[in-house]
């Protein structure tokens, strides 16, 4: 065997052995909270969740009402942040951040709202939550271009002293904008629990005019910034937690459409250059063992489902997906096949073969599926839960792609929305105080829970009838429209019958 | 009653020979390369506009064709320059990187319009190129249809069409939060009518090209309450075929058999934002008054009937130059306006504003 052969076995020796020694601190938090304690379950964004629901027949069990009637469609502002799960001191709570600059917990069980936080802007990013020196702490990243650590619970005596610290990415100033905070992450890393966060924050203004993307490393315990690395102009989206020879890197996946693979440690680059995607980057990242090899998972605005080989960048291969894909996608073993789900544009689910790309199934809903996938077992099988822009979540067999659950969680509030420019909320799951729940909030301004009960909610397959698509749609007075304007059109003609053609009218009585 | 969605928008795509920036900007995938072969092509056209030979026609063939297959085939970004400019002008000084994106296609098709006139639309716009082709082969059917029988099939037909349109746009179902994202399928209704109409009465068309103007305020009035339209030409330029542009596209090119450039004419928005640049460009062409005949010889051949009665409407002109070539005595000509110091302020006026 040659010394790079032999090298490059101890290379993938040690990113193994770190692998698993990431995985072992993710499981040490996890054994504590199990739940959905960041966006994806773990740093990794698997959305593998070890939850296991005795049958499928779900039933509705809470709805919370819109906190405040928000009027207005703020582009890339959803209604909610998708949820982080956690059981804080025996109390089941859901954590949500939401459109109006307020963090809300509430009761996984009853749906009654623990205690809320205010900050100064909308919170689209999922919040975190890790027990940090044994004091349990939740990290919420805000668009008033803070990250703010937390106490999250709930009987508090003194909601003053709720926050425990705050970070704030850029001073304030009279034309500063609201940033965009990616999904935090929280991991272990040479043992110290340290919080990872995208930030992109622009100052709007002629004369000092900042746009400013960049990953921020802070110890979780006590908020000091152990790191910063400026990545570009452009926004910085969900990262995600793996190594690249043997040592811990963040992937971070910069919008403008570069794959970057950093050091966890102190942000240096680890790939001699960044991945360069063919065009913007809007989904997270998740990153998998498969067949010993550590691959990267993503989207992208190319029509295309991507993986790389995590230690060198390159593209192991593409899927075609023939349109936008948002979903950060969601990594599961399917008898023993290491399987890939993602939603796209074109309204499917997509399952494809984690180690060829080679699809396996898709499943069609009736709207665009940029939610990522949280992945349970239900009724003894695997299930992927995933919200729908057609207003339902929807649970499908991650086997086969067979239907399950659907339930409509509400319309769209507001006249329109801009498409691709706001990543809407994601469902996930969790086990909370002993009880299996599917959270699923919607833009509709409700936060729905769901657990196996004895009334089935399930609201069928969706299936298009022709009064539905007429009722719904644009059709009758475009319809109208049109009769009107043929009739006047005939009319005319019927009048006119045959004349002949005004130009040669003209042309003859021209002076030419 | 479940609907057989057979023809799922997804099975269609058009594969991108280049699906990587050839030219970056920093880390990100913006390129510079549609902007460059823009530029390329907008000045080779401009030298064989300047440049009388022969056979031009078929030269500006070959840069369509070049255009079509660079713009569809070769470069990855979408080049919709209406919706470009308003997010081009929302994330000023917020994403600056993305301003230039959106802006860069319209600013050098702009700043050509203003030097040479609608160059974009008569020698590089793939949509035009597409109606252009079409109407040259189907040219012995406006022939025969020209006989006033004709013209009852011809409604029976369009009667057809609307309803396959309407058929169509129902079994695609666009399901967005609002319809105005597909609304493309509504305007080539729109265009059905109007060029039924014109059909029925040539004096129209006239009217209906101002037409465009309505269109334009509207798409812009839609862009701006923040709504995406999409447009015929986004299945030209996107990755992935959206079903309300690929029905607008067959409705569009459907059309242009009856009657040639029929979108170009009364529809197409960037046309008329372009129009209102090529009105003061530098390039204009002009009549030789010592040359003309007066024999009308340049009139039949404009795709976009623009030249009436000797007058030609700056406005709608292409510079296709086939009013340049066709005449015999070599009295049309391009005039640098600038250069010869003929540019006068010509008041606003509803009415076609040159005289051959």
């Known amino acids: 065997m040659g010394d790079r052969a032999l090298k490059s076995q101890i290379a993938n020796r040690k990113s193994q052995v770190t692998i698993l020694c990431l995985a072992l601190s993710v499981a040490a938090i996890a054994a504590e909270v199990v739940d959905w304690p960041m966006f994806g379950l773990n740093p990794q964004r698997q959305g593998l969740s070890p939850t296991s629901f005795p049958s499928a027949t779900l039933e509705h069990q809470w709805s919370t009402p819109p906190p405040r009637t928000l009027y207005t469609y703020v582009e890339g502002t959803p209604y909610w942040s998708s949820p982080c799960l956690a059981t804080v001191a025996g109390q089941p709570l859901v954590f949500i951040g939401c459109y109006d600059n307020t963090l809300y917990a509430f009761n996984a069980h009853t749906g009654a709202q623990a205690w809320a936080f205010i900050t100064g802007g909308p919170v689209s990013a999922t919040p975190v939550y890790a027990p940090v020196g044994g004091q349990p702490m939740l990290f919420v990243a805000s668009s008033d271009r803070s990250i703010y650590a937390l106490d999250p619970r709930g009987n508090l005596p003194d909601e003053g002293k709720r926050k425990l610290w705050q970070v704030e990415t850029l001073a304030w100033r009279g034309t500063v904008m609201p940033a965009r905070m990616s999904n935090p992450l929280i991991a272990a890393v040479d043992g110290r629990q340290v919080l990872f966060c995208g930030v992109w924050n622009n100052v709007r203004s002629g004369t000092e005019n900042v746009q400013r993307g960049e990953v921020l490393a802070l110890d979780a315990a006590t908020g000091k910034e152990l790191w910063r690395r400026e990545l570009g102009t452009g926004a910085v989206n969900t990262p995600c937690l793996g190594s690249v020879r043997g040592q811990p890197a963040l992937f971070v996946p910069y919008e403008p459409g570069a794959v970057f693979a950093l050091s966890a440690r102190d942000g240096k680059d680890l790939w001699p250059r960044p991945h360069s995607t063919g065009d913007e980057l809007h989904s997270g990242i998740s990153v998998a063992q498969v067949n010993g090899r550590q691959l990267l998972f993503m989207g992208g605005r190319t029509a295309w489902a991507y993986c790389l080989d995590a230690e060198t960048g390159q593209q192991v291969w593409a899927s075609p997906i023939n349109t936008w894909v948002d979903s950060t996608p969601a990594f599961a073993e399917l008898d023993g096949r290491p399987t890939v789900f993602l939603g796209s544009y074109t309204y499917f689910i997509f399952a494809l073969d984690a180690a060829t790309g080679k699809e396996r199934w898709r499943y069609r809903t009736r709207g665009i599926v940029q939610g990522s996938p949280a992945l349970a077992t239900m009724g003894g099988e695997l299930v992927v839960c995933v919200n729908s822009l057609d207003d339902h979540v929807y649970v499908v067999a991650a086997r086969d792609g067979r239907f399950i659950f659907r339930y409509n969680l509400g319309a769209f509030p507001w006249s329109h929305y801009r498409k691709g420019k706001t990543i809407w909320e994601s469902c996930v799951v969790g086990t909370l105080a002993g009880r299996p729940m599917l959270i699923a909030p919607s833009y509709s301004g409700v936060v729905h829970a769901f657990a196996v009960g004895s009334r089935d909610d399930n609201a069928g397959p969706p299936r298009d009838s022709f009064w539905d698509a007429l009722g719904e749609s644009y059709t009758i007075p475009v319809v109208l429209l049109v009769v009107a304007v043929l009739a006047y059109t005939l009319a005319r003609l019927a009048k006119a019958r045959h004349r002949p053609a005004a130009r040669r009218r003209r042309a003859d009585a021209s002076p030419h | ?356």
């Not at chain 2, 440049?51 to 979408?78: D, E, K, N, Y």
């Not at chain 2, 979108?263 to 008054?289: F, H, S, T, V």
């Not at chain 2, 009295?331 to 540019?343: D, F, H, S, T, Y």
Request: hydrophobic share 50%; glycine share 6%; with cysteine.
């Open chain 2, 1 to 356: 009653m479940d609907l057989p969605f057979g023809w799922e928008g997804d099975r269609l795509v058009i594969r991108k020979v280049i699906e990587r920036a050839l030219l970056p900007l920093g880390n990100t995938a913006l390129d510079l390369t549609p902007f460059l072969m823009m530029a390329g092509l907008s000045v080779v056209a401009a030298l064989l506009m300047r440049w009388r030979f022969p056979h031009r026609q078929w030269a500006r063939r070959l840069v369509q064709t070049i255009s079509a297959v660079a713009l569809i085939m070769g470069v990855h970004p979408c080049a919709c320059m209406t919706r470009d400019i308003i997010l081009g002008a929302n994330v000023l000084g917020r994403d600056d990187l993305g301003a230039f994106k959106y802006l860069i296609v319209f600013a050098t098709v702009a700043a050509f319009t203003t030097l040479f006139g609608r160059i974009f639309c008569g020698w590089l716009c793939p949509l035009g190129f597409a109606q252009e082709l079409l109407a040259k082969l189907t040219a012995w059917t406006r022939g025969a249809a020209d006989r006033p029988a004709w013209l009852y099939v011809r409604y029976a037909l369009g009667v057809l069409f609307l309803g396959a349109l309407f058929y169509s746009s129902y079994k695609t179902k666009p399901a967005t939060f609002s319809f105005i994202e597909h609304a493309m399928v509504f305007y080539t209704i729109g265009l059905l009518l109007i060029v039924l109409t014109v059909l029925a009465d040539r004096s129209k068309d006239w009217f209906f090209k101002r037409f465009r103007y309505a269109i334009l305020a509207s798409i812009f009035a839609v862009f701006i309450y923040g709504v995406y339209a999409n447009g015929p030409f986004c299945v030209f330029f996107t990755a992935y075929v959206e079903w309300a542009s690929l029905i607008s596209c067959f409705g569009v090119l459907l059309l242009s058999v009856v009657l040639m450039n029929a979108w170009c004419r009364y529809m197409c928005p960037e046309g008329a934002m372009l129009g209102l640049l090529a009105k003061r460009a530098a390039w204009q062409i002009n009549r030789n008054d010592a040359r003309c005949r007066r024999d009308g010889c340049c009139e039949p051949v404009c795709p976009v009937d623009c030249i009436v009665m000797g007058i030609r409407d700056r406005e709608t002109c292409l510079y296709c130059m086939k009013c340049v070539d066709a005449c015999p005595y070599g009295a049309l000509e391009i005039v640098n306006e600038l250069e010869a110091g003929k540019k006068q302020t010509i008041p606003f006026s509803p009415r076609p504003t040159e005289y051959f």
